[in-house]
């Protein structure tokens, strides 16, 4: 593909996409700035990296309107765009091509029920599970080992790698991408106390509700309900090995680091940032666009949209910055508080001299 091609490309997104340097190269693959070399294409978004602008070898490089190119090697050429973060995500899913999940059709070693209903082009892989009542739409590829229980419904251009588990009643939308290891819909967890310090088992009668365009990476967990439903909602994205809980309301585009977890009856807003190992108490709400930092603790609601919380209670960012200034002068202000008892046992011994 010839950096020509590579600008009428990104043409199709962007105006202005402005070049610098020839347009006749051909590009065979992306590389990081700096590891790039001649052919290869890359990207500058953060200014921190402009430093690699003057030594990469790559043979194109996208970058900002502002990026400075006085020092760009001999050779090398630029793509200017509002969003070069943006553009070069399109450049890779363009070399990227389509991963193989499995062969077309249905595998002769599947396991699907007479009832389960297909679409078009609908590929199961080795050993898959397709239960009673299932309905599978138009493209969506099953992968090896994947189980669905009975009355599952998968919506169209879906994927669902090797050895998901999708228990009964669950309702997957459309282009939705469920990786290795993730079970949805396994019970909740409501257990009620006894008297006597034993525990009777709630049964969760509810289900799970995926929309269109989510994404839920690898060896992830989403509990059914136990009545109505946990909705995650469109375009939501979930990394590896979260779990949320039963009952969960996750908002649109909203995206979950690895390793957090959502109690029961937790509701988060649309375009929510959550860190990396945030937690959270139950029956609590997060507005729209909050952002949470890493490994937070949660344990109240917060009700203004945007704002950005962090910390352990996690309180409003600016709040919990300045106590984290006080917490390290504390040594400080221990010794001068020293000081000053010396001072005053000091004046003290004087008087009863």
Avoid: W
Avoid at 106 to 124: D, W
């Amino acid at each position: 593909m010839k950096i020509a091609e590579i600008k009428a490309f990104l043409g199709r997104c962007f105006d202005p996409v402005e070049l610098v340097g020839a347009d006749d190269i051909e590009i065979t693959s992306p590389a990081k700035i700096e590891e790039a070399a001649a052919s290869q294409v890359t990207f500058v978004a953060n200014e921190k990296y402009y430093r690699h602008i003057g030594s990469t070898g790559a043979s194109l490089v996208i970058v900002g309107q502002k990026a400075p190119l006085e020092e760009a090697p001999a050779g090398t050429s630029f793509l200017r765009v509002a969003d070069p973060y943006t553009a070069f995500v399109f450049i890779l899913q363009h070399f990227s091509g389509k991963r193989r999940i499995a062969a077309p059709g249905i595998a002769a070693s599947a396991s699907v029920a007479s009832s389960a209903r297909f679409g078009k082009n609908v590929s199961v892989g080795e050993n898959a599970v397709i239960g009673e009542n299932c309905v599978i739409g138009d493209d969506t590829v099953i992968g090896p080992n994947t189980v669905l229980m009975d009355s599952v419904t998968v919506g169209s251009g879906c994927e669902l790698y090797p050895l998901v588990t999708i228990y009964d009643g669950t309702v997957i939308g459309d282009r939705v991408t469920i990786h290795s290891g993730t079970v949805i819909g396994a019970d909740g967890f409501g257990f009620a106390p006894q008297k006597d310090g034993s525990y009777i088992k709630i049964p969760q009668m509810g289900t799970v509700e995926i929309g269109d365009d989510v994404e839920i990476g690898a060896n992830t967990t989403i509990d059914r309900a136990t009545m109505g439903a946990t909705v995650i909602e469109k375009g939501a994205k979930i990394d590896n090995l979260v779990q949320i809980a039963h009952n969960c309301r996750i908002g649109g585009d909203t995206v979950i680091a690895s390793q957090a977890g959502i109690s029961g009856s937790v509701k988060i807003g649309r375009r929510c940032l959550i860190g990396g190992q945030a937690g959270f108490a139950g029956h609590l709400e997060l507005a729209d666009r909050i952002s949470v930092a890493a490994k937070a603790g949660i344990s109240k609601s917060f009700m203004e949209p945007g704002q950005a919380i962090r910390g352990v209670p996690a309180q409003p960012m600016r709040d919990q910055l300045r106590q984290e200034a006080q917490v390290r002068g504390l040594g400080e202000m221990k010794s001068r508080l020293d000081a000053l008892e010396a001072r005053l046992l000091e004046l003290q011994e004087r008087l009863d001299g």
